[in-house]
């Protein structure tokens, strides 16, 4: 009994940065990332991808580096780039600039679909490392490091290995393929997507009601920029994790009997894991995710 799961979104200011950079090759594959990851969090396996971008006027040299970007993220994914839409809207974009949006589709047997209604307090929660800010938290990150600690993007701040504006142009990672593999080894009861939100408003959306989770604060490392964004930006700790992925892109909850396995099964498979805390019964007014 096929389910079909779909999901449509875009990559939001992180463009920006492709823009100041004139580096195009990556954000295709956060496109693309930012749909599949969607879509798994339902048990489904990602089909076909298709895009839509739009210009004032097209550079063709340009476009050819999304669209390779987005190739690589389907491969990634394992699913087909079966078309797109280009569209040029003279005057409605600035000269070099344009957006993109993409749709993702994908299936799922409906006896196994995850939404996470088997969550109990005592259940698991796995963190699934991120590769930095993802596509996510851009308006914010733009504001810190280029208006008030004024750097240039071929700046390399101390504590990142790389210039600022290659930091930041860092692809989301896809996790479809090492999921799905857990997936068919370990029982999930659910998962979510690290995206806008943060920790703080993601995970509680797959939560049944009078359950919180308990994140465990330096469970995991966190990349540098992080901490380069928070102490110059002067941020608090809830802000940053209602923001940004703080480090973990996806979230899996598992029975706790399941949890070990789970770690070292996805370190196998090459997938940076970490137990990262649990499931709670709710209390009073408290939030459905708190770090401690």
Same mark, same amino acid.
């Given at each position: ?72 993220? %389907?491969?990634?994914?394992? %699913? ?165 992925? %703080? ?41 459905? %995710?708190?770090?401690?």
């Amino acid at each position: 009994d096929p389910v079909i799961i779909s999901s449509t979104d875009g990559v939001g200011t992180k463009l920006m940065l492709a823009f100041m950079t004139d580096r195009h090759d990556t954000v295709g594959i956060d496109l693309v990332a930012m749909s599949v990851n969607d879509i798994l969090v339902s048990g489904a396996e990602p089909l076909f991808f298709l895009d839509y971008f739009a210009t004032g006027r097209l550079d063709a040299a340009r476009a050819a580096d999304v669209i390779r970007g987005i190739a690589k993220g %389907c491969k990634a994914a394992g %699913c087909a780039l079966v078309g797109g839409e280009t569209a040029e809207m003279p005057g409605l974009y600035k000269d070099g600039e344009y957006d993109l949006a993409g749709f993702a589709v994908g299936v799922v047997d409906k006896k196994k679909i995850i939404d996470g209604r088997k969550i109990k307090a005592g259940d698991t929660l796995i963190g699934l490392e991120s590769s930095g800010l993802h596509s996510n938290g851009y308006s914010l990150a733009r504001k810190v490091i280029f208006e008030r600690m004024r750097l240039r993007h071929t700046d390399t701040p101390a504590g990142l290995k790389k210039t600022i504006g290659e930091t930041l142009l860092t692809p989301t990672r896809i996790y479809v393929k090492p999921v799905r593999q857990l997936m068919t080894e370990i029982n999930l009861l659910g998962m979510a997507h690290i995206t806008g939100g943060g920790l703080i408003e993601n995970i509680p959306r797959i939560l049944p009601k009078g359950l919180k989770a308990v994140i465990e604060k330096g469970s995991w490392p966190t990349p540098p920029i992080f901490k380069l964004i928070q102490d110059n930006g002067q941020i608090k700790d809830t802000e940053m994790s209602r923001t940004f992925n %703080c480090g973990i892109g996806m979230v899996l909850v598992v029975r706790q009997a399941d949890a070990d396995a789970a770690v070292r099964r996805l370190h196998q498979l090459k997938e940076k894991a970490h137990i990262i805390g649990n499931i709670a019964k709710l209390k009073g007014n408290e939030h459905a %995710c708190v770090v401690e």
